[in-house]
RNA sequence: GUGGUUGUAGCUCAGCUGGUUAGAGCGUCGGUUUGUGGUACCGAAAGUCGCCGGUUCGAACCCGGUCUUCCACCCCA
């Protein structure tokens, strides 16, 4: 054999059992999104590299796959730059396009650019892969999917209210039984920040807290001070190690700590409003949980925070996450639009389901009669039944290969087995004579002698 | 981007401190069975030991590089 071909680090194949698994959870999602009223668009595979650059921070940046110019790209570098030998000076002048990082900042560009056709509040879905050139891990790919759902030109909470909802309504309806879904709001991040005098090292104060989960209050305290964020701040943080239990308990601690800074109250008034709300209404199977070390997608989040963990006992990252954004088209020039989403993991998803073994096993459905091929008359003939199934909606297929010298019969049957085809259909030279078909069950072994009408009842 | 880990037949893996022709199970193919699959028995094919280079009389095994896998950081879905 030749040298085995492969494929990059990061990207997989999928084959028809995990296609149709996949399908699977694109569908619910897909409904469920629907159900809420979101539409969905599409976005080109790369963009303009400038749409997606300094959009993710400098971590992010390093994580755009860039795609290089046509032609002799390296001609047109002048020479003391390329001398230079500084990837990130040469970076932009050999490559203009770059493969999508993300839904979030391709829709802020979308929207913008198609400003005066949208109909707003817009409330748009995509399912489409993103690319990351990231170091992979377990549910941790270079090229995977992401399924968002977005709102811009409200800055309604109810929108909110309706994410948690939503969340809860895809879970519930792929069975993953009390998923979380964690929620925090920037503004309280700031109020914190602001209380304990570490305002303007906002980032790496959160980054620092976000840990508290795996390295504890120590290390915490450690990297803080470590940061430049000065003791008496970090002692005015101690009710918020200590912050546990119930959501309305919390509250009322943050609002102690907090009552001097007026966007503290504003994060608690809306982590309230959310909150009530959905005690109101009530979740199907998830829990909606305040955790005020939640601190994602920093760059552009500003207010309601969103991230759903795998169920207990799965490990894994997180496999949705979500967020109010403000100003995000401002980058490209639309102020005052903010908008609010949230976003599933297809991939997470799966592995997930998969580990749990919660996939129906329904899903995988394929053909449900094989004919067997004796030779060209019978295969005509076969073919002619075959027609009627189809039309009747049952999934059938004739062998393409015939027997030969009476062999190949066992292979024919080997065929169905394997492929957990449940019925095969005999049409040999005495069947066709007397037009009748053999109808095999291959899960009993059972043989009957049926006319057409009865074998399209008998498989249907 | 940092540190570690992994790679042997289609798949899962053995292979001792370097020593003849690299093994097993499963799968595949053929036969027992020329109109009957799953079970059983018999037989066969299949490996550049990830790739490139080095050390050695001799390398799957030791060394260097590289790709890949998984893990911990970083970050994230």
Not at 135 to 145: A, C, H, I, L, N
Not at 228 to 249: N, T
Not at 285 to 305: C, E, P
Not at 397 to 425: C, S, W
Request: charged content about 25%; hydrophobic content about 35%.
């Amino acid at each position: 054999m030749a040298q085995k071909p492969s494929i990059p680090k990061g990207t997989r194949d999928f084959n028809p059992e995990q296609v149709a698994k996949r399908n699977y959870i694109f569908s619910t999602i897909k409904s469920q999104f629907e159900t809420f009223g979101f539409q969905p668009i599409e976005t080109p595979s790369f963009e303009n590299s400038d749409t997606l650059m300094g959009k993710y921070g400098e971590e992010g940046d390093r994580l755009i796959f860039k795609i290089l110019n046509s032609g002799d790209y390296l001609s047109k570098v002048n020479d003391d730059l390329y001398a230079e030998k500084n990837s990130n000076k040469i970076t932009p002048k050999i490559s203009e396009k770059a493969l999508r990082y993300d839904l979030t900042v391709p829709f802020a560009r979308y929207v913008v650019q198609h400003q005066n056709d949208i109909e707003f509040p817009f409330k748009r879905y995509q399912m489409q892969p993103v690319w990351r050139a990231d170091r992979p891990q377990k549910g941790r790919f270079r090229e995977f999917y992401q399924c968002d759902a977005d709102v811009v030109g409200s800055d309604s909470l109810w929108q909110e209210v309706e994410f948690v909802q939503l969340y809860d309504n895809v879970f519930t309806a792929l069975g993953l039984k009390d998923t979380t879904i964690n929620i925090n709001n920037r503004k309280i991040l700031s109020g914190i920040a602001e209380v304990i005098g570490a305002s303007d090292k906002l980032i790496d104060f959160t980054v620092a807290l976000d840990k508290l989960d795996k390295i504890g209050e120590e290390k915490v305290k450690e990297e803080m001070l470590s940061k430049a964020i000065p003791q008496s701040g970090i002692d005015k943080l101690q009710p918020l190690f200590s912050l546990a239990g119930s959501f309305d308990g919390q509250i009322e601690s943050l609002k102690d700590i907090l009552s001097t800074s007026e966007e503290g109250k504003k994060g608690i008034e809306e982590l309230e409003f959310i909150n009530n709300a959905i005690n109101t209404l009530g979740l199907k199977s998830a829990k909606l949980q305040l955790d005020v070390t939640l601190a994602r997608g920093l760059n552009y989040y500003t207010g309601a925070i969103f991230e759903v963990s795998a169920p207990e006992g799965v490990k894994m990252g997180s496999i949705g996450g979500g967020g109010r954004y403000d100003d995000l088209t401002g980058i490209f020039g639309l102020k005052n639009v903010s908008g609010v989403g949230i976003s599933f993991g297809l991939d997470r998803i799966y592995l997930v389901i998969e580990e749990l073994g919660l996939f129906p096993e329904t899903i995988t459905k394929s053909t449900e009669v094989l004919f067997i091929n004796f030779g060209d008359n019978e295969a005509l003939f076969s073919l002619k039944a075959i027609k009627v199934l189809r039309e009747n909606g049952v999934n059938a297929e004739l062998y393409p290969d015939k027997i030969t010298n009476g062999k190949h019969m066992k292979k024919q049957m080997n065929y169905a087995n394997k492929r957990n085809i449940p019925f095969v259909v005999l049409m040999g030279e005495e069947e066709m004579n007397s037009e009748v078909y053999t109808l095999k069950n291959m899960n009993t072994g059972d043989q009957t002698k049926l006319d057409l009408t009865a074998l399209i009842k008998a498989v249907k």
